[in-house]
């Protein structure tokens, strides 16, 4: 595949988190009874007329300021025509010439050799974002399809990107990155699994060089970030060895389904152009205005953008990337994290405590990864984590005795001032107590004590063994290396 490169363009599908649907009243959840989330409206009976959600414009106008699109001031509505089972009124209320949301980008990161190490953080350009009603679910079963309109008129927002991506691992980073940011803003839960996000990968391969696009297939609805990968490298080297055994012409712009299980793909009808879906303004919508005010009103309350947190974390506030990498998935913790930073402004340290100790204890609640105690009701709040690093730092407590009493924290939800007053656990740091010990510590292992002396000065970690055993823990661990090093080294 080396003398090839490959284009890829995507058009993501992103199930809106609105109340009832884009243009009718009756509302949608998932898993319900099939076919009882249905109105005349949704079903295109005769008289039935749209109305247009506004939660649904307000969704898109925040999507299109999160990624700094053009927001329209007018856009309107059109019928797209097509008669698949999927579509009882024959047509699709979308948008075609006049879409809500023009250009923007989107920022990603790539993945990298290892977890630790922060990838290649990329923008790539949007073409539109447009709003449109999602069609129905088709269930097959056998020989039959069994059409569900419960999803049919729900809110769905249609983000198409321009053919910038030369990699499937671009064009799957981008779906995450869309996930990420889109599901923390409210706009959409993002579930995969439940069809809220799908994406349609647009791939096409031409001779390293090439300027100009050979003809693109289309896979649709893929909905996790692995099939796109696999689907896309698939595609990618059928095309690349159709081309090289001099069968290009095979190649035609068709729309294709990707088998997940078996691992290839297939076509399934040819591709339309925009003229085979005749295109008219729908006459019962009026367009939609946007004033400068709408904007303003949704633009105070976006959120920080997951990677502008990242860099944030990182540059001004000192955090290693695989702190800041794990925070900034999690919206809820993050609020917990900088919280407990305004109560004790010990960033990195805290961070360390939230992502291994407090994501631990949160894991350890779970029968499943669903059902994982949320970080907002757990018993320890920033103000248990706050102080409990400022006992630690202070030197209140040692570090062995704050991490052995953490879970115990977690389960109580006891302030750790007062777990350590009332247990007696205040580090020992009386310095002839502490000597003491030493010299009881030198005094039984002279072997040791012989290779820190020949400069093997690691050793002296053998002997803070049995001092640590005597304080129950408590010694505090700088004051017991400072006392050895003295007694033994002079």
């Not at 860099?311 to 506030?317: D, G, I, P, T, V």
């Not at 290779?451 to 408590?474: C, D, F, H, Y």
Request: glycine share 6%.
């Amino acid at each position: 595949m080396s003398s090839y490169e490959v284009i890829i363009g995507l058009e993501v599908h992103v199930q809106l988190k609105t109340r009832s649907k884009v243009f009718a009243p009756s509302p949608y959840v998932y898993g319900a009874e099939p076919n009882t989330l249905c109105d005349p409206v949704v079903l295109g009976l005769p008289g039935a007329l749209p109305v247009i959600n506004k939660e649904a414009i307000d969704k898109m106008i925040t999507m299109g300021l999160m990624f700094g699109c053009d927001i329209a001031k007018e856009c309107k509505w059109d019928r797209k025509n097509y008669w698949y089972p999927d579509s009882p009124k024959n047509y699709q209320i979308s948008q075609y010439d006049q879409p809500l949301c023009l250009g923007g980008e989107v920022e990603v990161e790539l993945p990298a050799e290892s977890r630790n190490v922060m990838g290649e953080h990329k923008k790539f350009a949007l073409t539109r974002i447009h709003l449109e009603e999602d069609p129905a679910k088709m269930n097959h079963e056998g020989q039959f399809s069994l059409i569900d309109d419960n999803r049919t008129g729900t809110s769905l927002a249609e983000i198409v990107t321009e053919p910038v991506f030369r990699s499937s691992d671009e064009a799957a980073a981008f779906v995450n990155a869309l996930r990420m940011a889109l599901s923390q803003a409210g706009v959409s839960d993002c579930d995969m699994e439940k069809g809220q996000m799908r994406a349609d990968a647009n791939v096409s391969v031409r001779p390293m060089g090439q300027k100009h696009f050979n003809t693109r297939t289309e896979s649709k609805n893929l909905n996790s970030a692995s099939n796109i990968k696999a689907c896309i490298e698939w595609e990618a080297r059928r095309q690349i060895e159709l081309y090289e055994a001099g069968r290009g012409h095979e190649i035609v712009q068709e729309t294709r389904r990707w088998d997940a299980e078996q691992g290839y793909g297939y076509s399934m009808r040819s591709k339309e152009d925009s003229h085979d879906y005749r295109y008219f303004p729908d006459p019962d919508l009026m367009p939609v205005r946007v004033s400068e005010a709408w904007k303003d009103e949704l633009r105070a309350k976006l959120i920080e953008l997951p990677f502008d947190r990242q860099h944030r974390y990182m540059e001004k506030m000192g955090l290693p990337y695989s702190s800041a990498s794990a925070l900034i998935g999690d919206l809820a913790m993050c609020r917990y994290f900088e919280e407990a930073v305004d109560i004790y402004n010990k960033p990195a340290e805290l961070a360390n405590l939230i992502v291994n100790d407090l994501r631990r204890e949160l894991a350890a609640t779970a029968t499943d990864e669903a059902s994982a105690r949320p970080i907002g009701e757990c018993k320890m709040t920033p103000a248990h984590i706050a102080q409990l690093q400022k006992l630690s730092d202070e030197g209140v407590i040692t570090k062995q005795i704050a991490r052995d009493i953490f879970h115990e924290i977690f389960e109580s939800g006891e302030m750790p001032a007062a777990l350590v007053e009332r247990k007696g656990l205040k580090a020992q740091n009386d310095s002839g107590e502490l000597e003491a010990m030493a010299r009881a510590a030198i005094e039984a292992d002279p072997a040791t004590v012989e290779k820190v002396r020949a400069g093997n000065e690691k050793a002296i970690n053998a002997l803070k063994g049995p001092i640590m055993k005597a304080s129950k823990g408590k010694a505090d661990a700088k004051m017991v290396d400072e006392i050895l090093r003295r007694l033994i080294l002079g």
